[in-house]
């Protein structure tokens, strides 16, 4: 019997097509250059202290001394204040599963199942389904933020902004004419993204990018195994280097008690996430150190821990990284449905968003050491990541990465969303590139003023910053 949804008509690609061009008429293209909310902002501070609040107060200190290193590693930080920025501005109404914090160092270098370097996106802590728009703005603001510490001029920080933007639109109108099945097996595979980027890359830019490549598959568990662990007279266990990682056993107040059973009960109900052929994979292992993890920049103060399981030997390893899900930044400016588990609301957005997924990647809840229940979604430590580093580029590089993360964002997009509407609303035009690279500019300066704002609260001793690594 056909399910009631499949015998519903589906409208057709014309009809999809003037849906997305009659948008334009309550959110032009051009509109979204614009970015002017100084008069009824809420103060970024306050919404860097809300979300502190329900993190690890030893660890919130680390967060703002990671955030005050520079405008960008605040941008990082600072997804929440982005989102009560966008959130009340006129919007298309063309929904995707958005990544909700799409800048550039969310793009990287990964290994699929089959062990293929691919490039995706690889952060989803913040995803649910949005106006498209909202992570292209993301995106494109990341690159005008580093384009400016690397001390680039305004035409080649916009230019940068619009390389983005433009792959962006070309590829999601690329995807408009696609099958539905060849949009969803579209991937980004690194091998193929180098042949097709050789004709406009530098002898350099060509040596730098086969040198990034090759180190990403030099980032196995193995090597994280080797340098997170060392062998004691218990066995194998994960190395201490506090505050930054914190062994299970040195905050436990009844180590053999309560404490350790209701840990222990995360990796159960883990499980129970996983399909039944990982399941089986999974009790090839043993659990045997855990230990509590800082992470990143916006993450920092929220639980994180990594996981130590041993297979047949020592030499068998297994690294998971159990990450506390919280609620969603973008969560109080949509009406996007509620998970009964915010873990279970991360993995089923990267799923979406992924072409390839770690074949660990699940959801648990675990009731921590303070007696409260928390959402955790769990993925291999690091298998064959690589990550970019801006730092290091060139404006030419830059922009050719631009391009990468536009396609990339493209590609994950058409997944979820309808491209063929979003398509016609971007149509042919640069419009959009131009008024991207408008907002970009302006985003850039409000982010500038927020990370000078949250300096200022540190010298007032309004926030306590700690600078540990």
Wanted: charged letters at 30%.
């Amino acid at each position: 019997m056909a399910l009631p949804h499949m015998m519903t008509v589906p409208p057709t690609p014309s009809e999809r097509a003037a849906h997305g061009r009659s948008v334009r008429s309550r959110a032009t293209r051009s509109s979204h250059g614009r970015f002017e909310r100084d008069a009824e902002r809420v103060d970024p501070v306050a919404v860097v202290e809300r979300q502190s609040a329900s993190r690890l107060p030893e660890l919130v200190p680390i967060r703002y001394g990671r955030m005050l290193e520079s405008p960008f590693r605040f941008y990082r930080g600072a997804a929440a204040i982005m989102a009560a920025d966008l959130g009340p501005l006129p919007h298309t109404g063309l929904t995707v599963q958005l990544c909700g914090d799409a800048h550039l160092l969310n793009f990287r270098l990964l290994a699929s199942p089959e062990r293929r370097l691919v490039f995706d996106i690889n952060d989803f802590d913040e995803t649910l389904p949005g106006p498209f728009e909202w992570d292209v703005k993301r995106l494109a603001a990341s690159f005008a933020i580093a384009a400016r510490a690397d001390g680039f001029s305004v035409k080649e920080q916009n230019a940068a902004v619009r390389a983005c933007v433009q792959a962006y639109r070309e590829r999601i109108r690329k995807f408009a004419g696609m099958r539905a099945l060849d949009i969803w097996y579209a991937q980004d595979d690194a091998d193929r993204m180098r042949l097709l980027l050789a004709s406009s890359m530098s002898k350099d830019a060509r040596r730098r990018t086969a040198e990034a490549t090759a180190k990403a598959r030099t980032r196995t568990h193995l090597q994280a195994f080797a340098q997170l662990t060392r062998v004691t007279g218990e066995g194998r266990r994960i190395t201490p280097d506090p505050p930054l990682i914190t062994p299970l056993r040195d905050l436990l107040t009844d180590p053999t008690g309560d404490d350790r059973r209701r840990l222990g009960a995360l990796l159960d109900r883990y499980e129970e996430s996983l399909s039944s052929e990982r399941r089986h994979l999974l009790r090839q292992y043993h659990l045997v150190d855990v230990a509590r993890k800082v992470v990143g920049v916006g993450s920092v103060g929220t639980r994180c821990w990594i996981l130590l399981l041993l297979g047949r030997n020592d030499d068998d390893p297994l690294l998971l990284q159990a990450k506390e899900a919280q609620r969603s930044v973008l969560a109080e400016h949509t009406d996007a449905e509620h998970y009964d588990n915010e873990g279970r609301r991360v993995v089923a957005g990267q799923r979406l968003m992924q072409t390839t997924s770690d074949i660990f990647l699940g959801w648990t809840h675990v009731v921590g050491l303070d007696g409260r229940g928390r959402d955790f979604y769990v993925r291999q430590l690091r298998d064959w990541k690589g990550i970019a580093r801006p730092d290091t580029m060139d404006p030419a590089m830059l922009r050719l990465f631009a391009q990468l993360c536009g396609a990339g964002l493209a590609r994950a997009h058409a997944r979820s969303g309808d491209p063929v509407a979003i398509g016609a609303y971007l149509g042919g035009s640069d419009r959009f590139d131009r008024a991207l690279a408008e907002f970009a500019q302006a985003y850039a300066d409000r982010n500038e003023r927020d990370f000078e704002a949250l300096g200022a609260a540190a010298r007032s001793g309004r926030i306590h910053a700690e600078f540990p690594d």
